[in-house]
């Protein structure tokens, strides 16, 4: 009678483990940028998390990390007031300008040097954050700095914002941050959009706060986004003599505060630190358009007090732009995989951000025509960081008269079947079953990396296999005879026949892998996987309904849409079947707890002569084991290859077993 209590309290003890490692971990990444673990193993914490509360509800609180997953859609934002104004920052955009600021400083405080804090000034959104006795319990954004909008459930998915505080928490706590994307969480999202036929984000910080206000938190949540806190607002704690302090205590609570953020006193040493920041911006993680400025002691901010809705004692000390003035020669519009039509502005060569630009894209026809942009137009361009360049502003001061409005076509440019509109209306999308751009496009995608990895077939190839008539769908690939690849221009006997070679070792591709290179709009890397895991026979998702998917990790109702549409396509499925014919065979994953490295974490280290590191990957996840991306006390196996770098050092300092690259071959060789 007494073991469910026994089994409660185990279980208990472990949640709490678990939430205390979940919570560490959370703080190496987000705070100190410094992860002991790779994604797989935190993910294999959650999942041992969830399973505990699914198996004892009564262990479920809703501070837990596992809380974290988005609920239903909102039908619209509720309003949250603001207890303190969330004020904006006046700009200054010089060293003058900078001094003047300085000298009304000093006017009030005295003529001695002032200690500032110099903090990145980040492009993102503003939010104000709400803790009790620790617990995270409200998210807004700035709004009109005393309203703002709830946006509690999106900043709940987030593993950058804390769900509990360390330390000794006030009863109530409010914090200001700025919520913004990663440069690499930012390329990853655009490029995940374009593989699944979506736009793409112009810029970081755009990206950031439509992710943020997304009606479906699902969304948000499928986001990598970041934080930092700058600030407090109101609060029931103790008092600091200086902004640097206050910092100091928001971070020993386990708030994210930026590590960049420096103290310089006087007029001197913060321009010294500006120049140093500006000459470092695009080494940064993440994009920054100045310097913000404060004063540091607190009785001299009340001294100052603010003006209007800025305060008096900051300023946003603003980078130069990135931007340049040039000529649009022309208006061109790109066929996608997906069949949308993008505009893409072709540009007199302007050299912006350290690059030469010669092509800016419009991203879509509401955009090209909101902005009114003509053929002939002189136009800013901005690149900053790693952004794609886009047009920012049209000077239609200097226009002539000579300028061309652009008409946008209402029907593919390249095969002319006629184009329609998406159903948010934003972009039109070519209908021609038979379009080759939108075939080039799907045989590249097909070949990817992150598809079938197909050696070789690149953009001219795939160019010239579509135009030939050789290849009218991707399983004609592998009719493809080495005599015919020789045909092609620029592809000689031992190049056609590496991609005979190419195709045929391709034919056994992991099911996740597989899924993927079809092309289904929304599905990356991960929801491939997810839907592999879920339905491990290909045929066994033409039954699915959308119901059956929205069962599945991570995917919501236009997702479910979207995949369920596909699959019940016969086009599509014809496709498929002509895949599997042609010797296609996708492995699905290996079952839970069955295979030589079942339950075992292995690491990858240096250059493997027999197989690549992705095969070497795959060779482990088939046998029932996991490739980790770093060494930890967890690590049950380090395979070294040639050139092992400091992985290798750590397996020795923490007795973790290493074997050498024959070893590992061997272990593969055993009977799964």
């Avoid at 419009?362 to 942009?373: F, I, Q, S």
């Avoid at 000689?492 to 070792?505: C, F, M, T, Y």
Wanted: proline residues 6%.
């Amino acid at each position: 009678m007494t073991r469910p209590h026994v089994d409660i309290a185990r279980a208990a003890e472990r949640v709490a483990r678990l939430r205390q490692e979940i919570a560490h971990h959370d703080h190496r990444y987000y705070v100190l940028d410094d992860p002991e673990i790779s994604d797989a193993e935190y993910d294999a914490l959650m999942r041992e998390l969830a399973g505990l509360e699914a198996a004892f509800p009564s262990l479920a609180t809703a501070d837990s990390p596992t809380a974290r997953v988005a609920g239903a859609p909102a039908e619209r934002f509720r309003t949250v007031e603001h207890r303190l104004p969330m004020l904006s920052l006046a700009n200054c955009f010089d060293e003058a300008e900078l001094a003047e600021f300085d000298e009304r400083i000093r006017r009030v405080l005295g003529p001695e040097d002032v200690l500032y804090d110099c903090e990145p000034k980040l492009d993102g959104l503003a939010v104000e954050l709400v803790y009790r006795e620790g617990a995270f319990r409200e998210g807004s954004t700035r709004g009109d700095g005393f309203v703002g909008e709830d946006v509690t459930a999106n900043l709940r998915t987030q593993r950058s914002v804390p769900l509990q505080l360390g330390g000794r928490p006030p009863p109530r706590l409010e914090v200001r941050g700025e919520v913004f994307l990663r440069r690499a969480d930012f390329r990853r999202l655009n490029e995940r959009r374009e593989h699944e036929g979506e736009p793409t984000f112009a810029n970081p910080r755009n990206a950031a706060a439509g992710s943020l206000r997304q009606l479906d938190p699902r969304v948000t949540a499928s986001r990598n986004l970041s934080l930092f806190i700058y600030e407090l607002g109101a609060w029931d704690g103790p008092t600091f003599e200086g902004h640097a302090a206050k910092l100091a205590w928001l971070a020993s609570l386990g708030l994210p505060v930026n590590p960049e953020n420096r103290s310089a006193r006087g007029l001197e040493a913060v321009l010294a630190h500006h120049r140093d920041l500006l000459g470092r911006r695009h080494q940064l993680p993440y994009e920054v358009d100045g310097m913000v400025v404060k004063v540091d002691g607190e009785d001299a901010r009340l001294r100052l007090g603010a003006v209007s809705r800025s305060p008096r004692w900051a300023v946003a000390f603003k980078f130069p732009p990135e931007e340049a003035r040039t000529r649009i020669q022309a208006i061109e519009v790109n066929v996608g995989r997906t069949g949308a039509l993008t505009p893409v502005a072709v540009l007199d060569p302007v050299a912006v951000g350290g690059v030469t630009v010669s092509r800016a894209t419009l991203h879509n026809p509401g955009e090209l025509e909101r902005k009114d942009v003509r053929v002939g137009d002189q136009v800013f361009v901005r690149r900053a960081g790693d952004v794609i360049p886009e047009i920012t502003k049209v000077v239609t001061s200097v226009r002539t008269g000579a300028e061309q409005p652009y008409v946008f076509p209402d029907h593919c440019p390249v095969c002319g079947s006629a184009a329609v509109r998406d159903e948010d209306g934003a972009i039109l999308r070519c209908t021609g079953l038979a379009c080759p751009a939108q075939l080039q496009a799907r045989l590249r995608h097909f070949a990817s990396r992150g598809g079938l990895d197909i050696e070789g077939l690149g953009e001219k190839l795939c160019e010239q296999l579509v135009e030939s008539g050789r290849v009218r769908r991707p399983a004609d690939l592998y009719l493809l005879t080495r005599e015919q690849l020789a045909e092609l221009e620029r592809m000689g006997e031992k190049s056609a026949a590496n991609i005979v070679s190419a195709l045929a070792q391709g034919r056994r591709p992991p099911l996740r892998r597989f899924l993927y290179a079809l092309g289904i709009r929304h599905v990356g890397e991960a929801t491939a996987r997810t839907l592999a895991e879920a339905f491990p026979d290909v045929r066994s998702l033409y039954r699915a309904t959308e119901e059956d998917l929205m069962r599945v990790k991570d995917v919501g109702p236009e997702m479910a849409r979207a995949i369920a549409a596909f699959f019940h396509d016969a086009r599509n499925r014809e496709n498929i079947e002509a895949l599997l014919e042609a010797g296609i065979h996708p492995e699905p994953p290996p079952p839970p707890s069955q295979g030589s490295l079942s339950g075992k974490t292995v690491v990858l280290t240096g250059t493997l002569q027999a197989m690549t590191r992705e095969e070497a990957r795959e060779a482990v996840e088939r046998r029932g084991g996991k490739v980790s991306g770093s060494v930890s006390r967890k690590t049950s196996l380090v395979v070294a290859g040639a050139d092992s770098g400091t992985k290798l050092k750590k397996a020795s300092e923490l007795g973790v077993r290493v074997i050498d690259e024959q070893a590992f071959l061997d272990l593969l060789g055993q009977t799964t």
